[in-house]
């Protein structure tokens, strides 16, 4: 069964320091998403993309962030200057047309800044 | 957005039928009811959804009042690995919209 793979699967860095988080979705999948989930707390979204643009974001989307997907089966999600609050678990989710609300999550990674 | 409700916690002995309600009492008319599952440190997964009445698949049932104000997930025998959180979501059908957690209802099965 295909799945979304995401890499690292745990990322430790310094504040202030860009970090790329990396998402393979599955194949035939047209829209890619990117959640978060501070520790303890609920699954927030951030944002989404299709047709090589992004389609909607958050408040939580600011400047910082930015989303690419450089090829044909990568989906990225780079924090240009990270914060101590950007520690949490980053979730990558993709789903086909027409699925409805049937989202496929990756593993996510974990994000800790130090 | 819909607003949902459902518990914060409930707990279940292995083997029982568990049923955990969700009310969205503004939910609209082309939202759908989307139930998703989730273990520690892992991403959420899809389990079911439905727009109204009873949708049943090989991991649970859905079921939906005419009114869709509220709905309620069934999970039948449930097993220890069934520990997790559950949450109920509503929104627009289409492809590509967020998807908008709560707090969702953290199950505990027992032995």
């Known amino acids: 069964e295909p799945e979304v793979t995401q890499t690292p699967s745990h990322q430790v860095t310094q504040m202030g320091q860009e970090v790329i988080l990396r998402c393979v979705p599955i194949s035939n999948h047209l829209y890619f998403y990117w959640y978060r989930q501070i520790l303890g707390q609920k699954v927030e979204f951030l944002v989404s993309?299709?047709?090589?643009?992004?389609?909607?974001k958050s408040e939580i989307f600011d400047d910082q962030f930015s989303v690419e997907r450089p090829d044909g089966s990568n989906f990225t999600l780079k924090i240009r200057s990270t914060k101590l609050e950007d520690s949490a678990m980053y979730f990558c989710?993709?789903?086909?047309?027409?699925?409805?609300?049937?989202?496929?999550f990756g593993p996510g990674t974990r994000l800790t800044v130090l | 957005l819909a607003k949902t409700t459902q518990p914060i916690s409930m707990d279940s002995y292995e083997g029982q039928e568990v049923n955990i309600t969700c009310s969205h009492n503004n939910i609209a008319t082309n939202d759908y009811i989307t139930w998703y599952q989730q273990f520690p440190s892992q991403g959420p997964r899809f389990i079911i959804q439905?727009?109204?009445t009873k949708v049943t698949n090989e991991v649970a049932s859905l079921f939906i009042p005419a009114d869709r104000k509220s709905s309620t997930l069934s999970l039948p025998r449930v097993s220890l690995s069934d520990t997790a959180v559950y949450y109920c979501?509503?929104?627009?059908?289409?492809?590509?919209?967020?998807?908008?957690f709560g707090k969702g209802t953290s199950l505990l099965v027992t032995p």
């Open positions: 993309f299709y047709n090589n643009e992004i389609s909607e």
């Open positions: 989710a993709s789903n086909r047309a027409s699925s409805y609300n049937e989202q496929f």
């Open positions: 979501l509503v929104g627009d059908g289409d492809s590509g919209y967020a998807l908008n």
């Open positions: 439905g727009y109204k």
